[in-house]
């Protein structure tokens, strides 16, 4: 098969982990018999600096025209603590989500057997625990207007917005990968006190019965922060609007042991995205040492959603499960042994998979 995928590295650790992504990829691509082809483009912080947009006009269209976009992150100190900057890398992320149309961002939390004992939470409770997020990606607060301070500058206001056709889309995919899964769908909002939560359950509730086999639970997004970490074993699909989506999912992430280790895709109209949850992790940038597990992980997610290519997913996760195993991994994860490099992890991971 033939796959062009667009790479945008952003800022931080991205071009660190997203370089270990290409040689995972490329290692499938010899293995499988692929022809692929990248075209890297700016994007966040770096675009900035080059030409004054955090996601430019010619960034746009390499990822119209590619079949997926892998990924890397977004963000830089330098703006985060100056409130009256006028743009920002992550407006560039936000911009590309909507522009490519990416409303779904699929954000699936699993436990490594090898790294159970990592996790802060007891074995018995997140042991086998296999539950994925869809979280709405273009709407609610993080776009509703109005938006921004009165004149005075007292007072600041966002605003949470959602039509029933942005709730239908992603509810119906809630719904759809339940069906592919233990056929069980949790719809998180705050519908005691939200509107917007109050649209999202009727939504919901009126979707229900067209998927029959699928049970669907109503939870308040306070209760959901609290049992996730308790009782993670309770979900299997969990739907939920952008900012609740995006606070759960570290959470979440808890449960696996380390925000390095968790992969995303983001679906939509236009084309997939793949990007790992975690950030841009300035204080790492340029050293080496960041985990790239999640943006290789991220390139499975590719394989399969985009592709739709299961065995070349499985043979990368099967990679990354046994560097886990042998303590092939960065310093994040390595408890008294020697910590490797992110090159290395990649080069390993890429040997590995040619000669599985
Ligand atoms: C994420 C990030 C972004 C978000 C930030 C960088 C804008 O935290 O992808 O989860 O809030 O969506
Ligand atoms: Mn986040």
């Not at 841009?280 to 290519?309: C, H, R, W």
Request: with cysteine; proline share 5%.
């Amino acid at each position: 098969m033939e796959m062009n995928i667009a790479l945008l590295p952003g800022d931080g650790i991205g071009p660190e982990v997203i370089a270990q992504a290409v040689k995972v990829v490329q290692a499938i691509g010899k293995k499988f018999g692929h022809t692929i082809t990248f075209k890297e483009a700016i994007t966040g912080a770096a675009a900035i600096d080059a030409v004054g947009h955090p996601y430019p006009e010619e960034t746009h269209q390499v990822c119209l025209q590619a079949d997926a976009v892998l990924f890397g992150a977004i963000g830089d100190p330098r703006f985060d603590n100056d409130p009256s900057a006028k743009v920002r890398p992550e407006q560039g992320l936000l911009e590309m989500r909507k522009r490519l149309g990416l409303f779904s961002n699929v954000r699936p939390t699993f436990t490594f057997p090898s790294l159970v004992h990592k996790s802060p939470l007891k074995r018995d409770r997140i042991e086998g625990t296999d539950l994925v997020f869809l979280r709405e990606l273009t709407g609610g607060i993080y776009f509703g207007e109005p938006r921004g301070r009165n004149e005075q500058g007292t007072k600041a206001f966002d605003t949470c917005v959602y039509s029933v056709e942005e709730i239908e889309r992603l509810a119906r995919m809630g719904f759809e990968f339940a069906q592919k899964r233990r056929k069980h769908l949790t719809c998180v909002d705050k519908a005691n006190v939200l509107a917007t939560s109050r649209l999202w359950r009727e939504t919901v509730q009126r979707l229900a019965p067209e998927y029959p086999d699928v049970t669907v639970e109503y939870e308040f997004v306070d209760a959901v922060a609290m049992r996730l970490i308790q009782w993670p074993k309770a979900y299997d699909v969990l739907i939920t609007e952008n900012l609740f989506g995006d606070i759960l999912t570290d959470e979440a992430s808890v449960i696996s042991g380390s925000m390095g280790l968790m992969p995303s895709a983001s679906l939509g109209v236009n084309t997939k995205l793949f990007e790992p949850i975690h950030g841009s992790y300035p204080q790492a940038a340029g050293k080496d040492i960041a985990n790239p597990l999640a943006t290789v992980l991220s390139a499975a997610m590719m394989f399969e959603y985009a592709f739709e290519l299961m065995d070349e997913a499985k043979a990368i996760s099967d990679a990354v499960n046994l560097s886990l195993e042998k303590g092939i991994v960065t310093e994040d994860l390595a408890e008294g042994e020697v910590a490797y490099k992110t090159s290395e992890v990649g080069d390993w991971l890429a040997e590995q998979i040619e000669k599985a």
